[in-house]
């Protein structure tokens, strides 16, 4: 199943990746437990599961999208659920799965939730996606300005985004400046292919 989603197309499965680093780098900050900061960087890894059942003509479209395929795109949370509820093992990432695209301020989707009601691994993850869909090139357009997407997310603190998470955010960019490099904590990413990570964690959880 990971492996489709890696065939996909090759933003997906680098953008899943990123989210998933970013995601784990956040939550160290945010000082979440040894095991949660694992299970959201699994989370990232599989977070957009549900586009596999999104049409190419869509994700890949160069022109804008029009309302009623922007309501197609925004299924993919749900889909990706679906999918993955089946698998009892790995129920830990279901949050993330089916919240990554909620607000702060309610205005997200799918259920329109917000707050603390959102929960952390998907606020979290929230932060992560965004700033990677902000900095990563796509058919439709330009890449923006590293500086520019940092400002959008610091400034959406406490309107689209959880104000904690994004003081994490924060504290990762002023790191990030000082050594001028984007590494996360290494010890905390499972070891292997995507496949044996899932499996792995899968194992864990099952115990
Ligand atoms: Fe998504």
């Given amino acids: ?47 957009d599961i549900g586009k596999m059942g999104i049409p190419d003509s869509l994700l890949l479209k160069e022109a804008a999208l029009t309302d009623a395929e922007y309501k197609t795109v925004q299924k993919h949370p749900e889909i990706g ?12 990432v279901l949050p993330g799965v089916l919240y990554h695209h909620e607000r702060w301020d309610g205005k997200g989707y799918p259920h329109g939730i917000a707050g603390q009601t959102i929960p952390i691994m998907a606020r979290i993850m929230a932060v992560a996606d965004a700033y990677d869909a902000m900095t990563s090139c796509r058919p439709y357009r330009q890449t923006m300005p590293v500086e520019k997407a940092q400002q959008i ?3 959406g603190g406490g309107e689209q985004w959880d104000p904690d998470v994004v003081e994490c955010f924060s504290v990762w960019l002023g790191r990030r400046r000082a050594t001028k490099k984007n590494s996360p904590d290494s010890s905390l990413i499972p070891n292997h292919s995507v ?10 959880v099952s115990r």
């Fill in 81 to 92: 659920y679906r999918i993955l509820e089946r698998l009892g093992h790995l129920q830990f």
């Fill in 195 to 204: 496949v044996e990570q899932i499996a792995k964690a899968a194992k864990v």
């Fill in 153 to 155: 997310v610091v400034a």
């Fill in 1 to 47: 199943m990971i492996s489709s989603l890696q065939a996909r197309d090759r933003y997906t499965r680098r953008h899943c990746e990123r989210v998933a680093k970013l995601s784990l780098d956040l939550a160290v900050i945010y000082e979440l437990s040894h095991e949660a900061c694992q299970e959201i960087y699994l989370a990232g890894i599989v977070h």
